[in-house]
């Protein structure tokens, strides 16, 4: 498989069908499933929760990507970690003790992601870094799927990289990838592309041909 893995988020598929949904996108050529998870209130908008997590986990081949925009989130870690996450990642600025967050995500047996918002720079992740196993760059501010891609954030990208040296972190953009964005996000370090309204438009559950394509064309 390629260097790049491309995780569909499931925010733009048919939400009566997201078993099928998740079929289809693995079969397709997924290498992750990216779950978002909102709480309206860290964000303005509600996704779902744990209990939908672990519903759709026996239809996803390969990685369970949850991404958690709800605050406060320590209450419900365990919830997703037994929904079978293989990761959970909490926002940064959903919380005051972050290091305990990631802490106790490991210690549920999931790998231990953090994300940041396009306002927030990458010194407070510096006393993170052997905390994490992703690193999840915004490049929308979160809450709904289809909007622009921050130019501004490459920057971020290509700093955070250099931050992170030689330590096995994944580098996950999240918001507006498209063929365009796609090879600037990859040209500046990232290694994992979250794709919504890119990999779900043309298709559906009984026409899946163009997710495949679609998937390719990141
Ligand atoms: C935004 C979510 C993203 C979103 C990406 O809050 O975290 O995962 O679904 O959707 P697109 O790719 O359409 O920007
Ligand atoms: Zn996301």
């Known amino acids: 498989s390629r260097a790049i893995k491309i995780a569909p988020s499931i925010l733009s598929a048919d939400f009566a069908s997201f078993g099928a949904e998740c079929q289809a996108i693995c079969d397709q050529g997924a290498d992750w499933v990216h779950v978002d998870v909102m709480d309206g209130h860290f964000v303005p908008n509600i996704t779902f929760g744990p209990q939908t ?3 759709i986990r026996p239809h996803i081949k390969g990685v369970m990507d949850v991404h958690l925009m ?5 209450g419900y870690l365990e919830a997703f970690a037994r929904s079978g996450a293989d990761f959970i990642s909490v926002h940064l600025e959903a919380g005051a003790h972050m290091h305990r967050s990631l ?3 490991r210690s549920l047996g ?6 940041i918002n396009p306002a927030t720079g990458i010194e407070q992740i510096e006393y993170l870094l052997d905390q994490v196993d992703l690193i999840n760059v915004m490049t929308v501010n979160p809450g709904f799927g289809g909007q622009k891609f921050i130019m501004s954030q490459l920057d971020k990208i290509r700093k955070l990289r250099a931050l992170i040296g030689e330590r096995p972190i994944h580098i996950e953009i999240d918001g507006g990838v498209t063929t365009e964005t796609a ?3 990859a040209a500046a370090g990232a290694d994992v592309l979250v794709a919504g309204s890119a990999v779900f438009s043309g298709g559906s559950v009984s026409n899946p041909a ?3 394509k ?3 064309a990141l």
């Open 53 to 55: 997590c672990a519903a």
């Open 70 to 74: 709800i605050a406060p989130v320590d």
């Open 103 to 105: 802490q106790t995500i």
């Open 110 to 115: 999931a790998k231990a992601g953090i994300c």
């Open 183 to 185: 090879p600037l996000c």
């Open 210 to 212: 163009p997710y495949g």
């Open 214 to 216: 679609n998937i390719s």
